[in-house]
């Protein structure tokens, strides 16, 4: 199946905590970098979440090749990582744009740069997506810079996923002029461009599915580019939909629970059919709920992909496995 989105080479991936946000982002590069490519995936929040899905060293601030794409009939690609250090960005943007080589170091002993990125949390931003904008209008120009046919980004949350893509805006108030507030503006032309497309990720839940709604509509109301919503760990039914349904009401037959396991056990346990139809109900119910927070989701008018969740916990292997769900859905 051919991608929903051949045009876009930033994508964006957020979504409230909990919803596997950076599991989707390492799926989606391991499927993106498919047919031969070289894709990036760019962490910012610090917690090395890439090291310990790809089991490598924790990243420094530069980019490494830690794995390669899903294999077809035409080969696969590589993906490289990146973890972007606000502190190391703010230093690599001095050293371009001040010359500010060793003085640049020196200010970061003394802790100017810390000051600088904890007041002004609007230049903190511009740092961190300036790397990933760098990184994205990469050319033949930049020599022995590998060049990439995606950039994928584990973002923050959806609660400031705007306020960060945002960087024009949000610096308006703090630099009104100079390369800084030149170099927001820049960014902003490829944020809001179609090559862009910010996707969120969410679990069939109410808050995280209302969260999604309110991201939508706000990165809508500002002009950044929204992508599809991906349904996360989805379960799946274990039980036909007559049997959900009575399950739901506590109409299950007791009688016909404690004689199939019978056919299995003997002697049956005498809390086990009890606590089978007490969890039965239980699964029925969530079923139920997670019915209807699809629906809403199915209503949001954007592209919905969806994830099973793996029993056995997302190792290598499980990223390989959403990763190729993707590929099919139309997703990468």
Same mark, same amino acid.
């Given at each position: ?48 979440? +890439? ?8 990243? $420094?601030?530069?980019?490494?090749? +830690?794995?390669a794409g899903l294999r077809d009939s ?104 100079? $390369? ?59 039980? $036909? ?76 292997g499980g990223l390989g496995e959403l ?10």
């Amino acid at each position: 199946m051919s991608s929903d989105w051949p045009r876009v080479r930033l994508h964006v991936v957020t979504g409230k905590g909990g919803t596997g946000k950076s599991t989707v982002a390492a799926s989606l590069a391991l499927a993106l970098a498919s047919h031969g490519k070289n894709v990036l995936l760019c962490e910012v929040e610090g917690r090395q979440g +890439i090291a310990r899905m790809f089991d490598v060293d924790p990243l $420094p601030y530069e980019e490494r090749r +830690i794995s390669a794409g899903l294999r077809d009939s035409r080969g696969a690609g590589s993906v490289h990582a990146l973890h972007i250090d606000p502190e190391a960005a703010l230093l690599e943007y001095l050293a371009m744009y001040y010359r500010l080589g060793r003085a640049g170091r020196a200010l970061d002993r003394f802790g100017v740069i810390d000051f600088a990125t904890t007041i002004a949390p609007g230049v903190r931003d511009v740092l961190l997506t300036g790397k990933v904008y760098e990184a994205v209008e990469r050319n033949s120009r930049n020599k022995g810079a590998t060049q990439y046919d995606a950039v994928v980004l584990d973002a923050p949350p959806t609660g400031r996923i705007t306020q960060f893509l945002n960087v024009s805006d949000e610096l308006a108030g703090l630099a009104k002029v100079g $390369p800084i507030r030149s170099q927001a503006d820049t960014m902003m032309t490829l944020f809001r461009s179609p090559r862009t497309a910010v996707h969120l990720v969410t679990v069939l839940e109410e808050m995280p599915v209302q969260e999604t709604a309110d991201g939508i509509a706000e990165l809508s109301r500002v002009g950044l580019p929204v992508g599809g919503v991906v349904v996360n760990m989805r379960r799946p039914a274990e039980l $036909p939909d007559a049997d959900l349904e009575r399950a739901g009401r506590g109409g299950l037959d007791a009688e016909r629970v404690r004689a199939d396991l019978a056919a299995a056990l003997d002697p049956v346990p005498a809390p086990l059919p009890g606590a089978l139809l007490t969890e039965a109900a239980e699964h029925a119910e969530r079923h139920r709920l997670e019915v209807a927070q699809r629906e809403v989701v199915d209503g949001l008018g954007v592209p919905v992909y969806e994830l099973p969740r793996l029993p056995g916990g997302v190792d290598r292997g499980g990223l390989g496995e959403l990763g190729a769900l993707m590929r099919e859905q139309g997703l990468a």
